[in-house]
């Protein structure tokens, strides 16, 4: 039993009419999610030893400005996570064991920091412009301990052994996003709107599996095999272009034996226009290791596996509404 709380507590300076300056602060504490409280939820129902919530910090502040022409946000924050659970199942080939294990970390910290930046723009004439950046940094920042268990059997292969994973990044999302967008709305009821979108620092899942010390025993810490190791793949930074268009008809104008207002809508909306296969949404290093390669300075010799967005979608909507 999880005896979670949580409190929230803010405040908004007015400066003026146009101007806001504010302050939130929260902490909650979480019960860990049901597939990482067991050492093998596929085979047994052994728990985690001193199961405990995890405690959750989080503070932010920022600038309002709402003017009629113009409105503009800028915000800093901070948030702690203290006393994670992850739990994490590879194939493990080369170092005595060759079978499917869970790796379950316990005393996971990790950080999340950074800003957001905002500013919509009315340009007049039905143009209106907007822009938003994103820029943080998420990462681990402590080195959890792992129990290694073997799937398949009751074996417990390893208590208490430390993972080196600090200040390795938190896995695929990216840690900086840009969107700027401009649409145009007719007085005629219709729309169109296109929005260029960027994104980068998004990282490979990092495998416990090769960042113990049986891993890196004997390997020089000034090495670039040391390097290689203990390093994280960033994915390559990625691009979209998106279109949107709409249209209202107000139905009454063409039937007139219609008693209530009612309106025809049209919504189109093409993502990803210029078909970007390139978008990597996930992926993860492999368990799977080769300890001369290894120690050889190659740990990838078991290629990451990822896996890819999908290009170029559409969506069409058609709306009835009676008012």
């Known amino acids: 039993m999880f005896p979670d709380v949580g409190v929230k507590a803010g405040a908004t300076y007015k400066v003026n009419g146009r101007n806001y300056v504010f302050a939130n602060a929260g902490y909650m504490t ?4 049901f597939n990482n409280m067991y050492l093998s939820p596929r085979s047994r129902n052994t728990t985690v030893g001193d199961l405990t919530s995890e405690k959750i910090t989080s503070v932010e502040g920022g600038y309002l400005h709402i ?4 409105k503009g946000k800028l915000k800093l924050y901070y948030t702690n996570f203290k006393d994670g659970i992850e739990s ?3 194939y493990l080939q080369g170092f005595g064991t060759n079978s499917y294990v869970n790796y379950t970390l316990s005393g996971i910290e990790k950080v999340h920091a950074g800003t957001e930046i905002s500013v919509d723009a009315n340009l007049g004439m039905g143009l209106s412009a907007m822009a938003v950046a994103s820029i943080g940094q998420y ?3 402590s080195r959890p301990t792992a129990t290694i268990t073997v799937d398949n059997t009751n074996t417990v292969q390893s208590t208490g052994e430390v993972v080196y994973m600090k200040n390795l990044h938190v896995d695929n999302t990216p840690q900086n996003a840009f969107t700027v967008g ?3 709305r007719s007085k005629k009821f219709w729309y169109v709107g296109v929005n260029a979108n960027c994104f980068s620092n998004s990282y490979v899942e990092a495998s416990p599996a090769r960042r113990t010390g049986d891993i890196i025993d004997g390997v020089d810490e000034n090495s670039q095999a040391w390097e290689k190791i203990l390093g994280q793949e960033r994915y390559d930074a990625q691009m979209t272009l998106d279109l949107s268009a709409g249209w ?3 139905l009454n104008n063409h039937i007139k034996a219609l008693k209530r207002n009612t309106f025809f809508l049209i919504n189109l909306n093409i993502n990803n226009l210029l078909d970007n296969k390139d978008i990597i949404t996930n992926g993860y290093e492999q368990g799977r290791l080769d300890k001369s390669a290894v120690l050889s300075g190659r740990p990838d010799v078991f290629a990451s596996k990822y896996s ?3 290009g170029r979608t559409y969506m ?5 509404r009676m008012n």
């Not at 979480?30 to 999610?33: H, I, L, Q, Y």
Request: charged residues 15%; proline residues 7%.
């Open 316 to 320: 069409i909507s058609f709306i009835l």
């Open 30 to 33: 979480r019960a860990p999610f």
């Open 139 to 141: 990462y681990y920042s």
């Open 67 to 70: 003017a009629p022409k113009i």
């Open 308 to 310: 890819y967005a999908f």
């Open 182 to 184: 401009l649409n145009y």
């Open 248 to 250: 209202s008809i107000k």
């Open 88 to 90: 994490r199942s590879y």
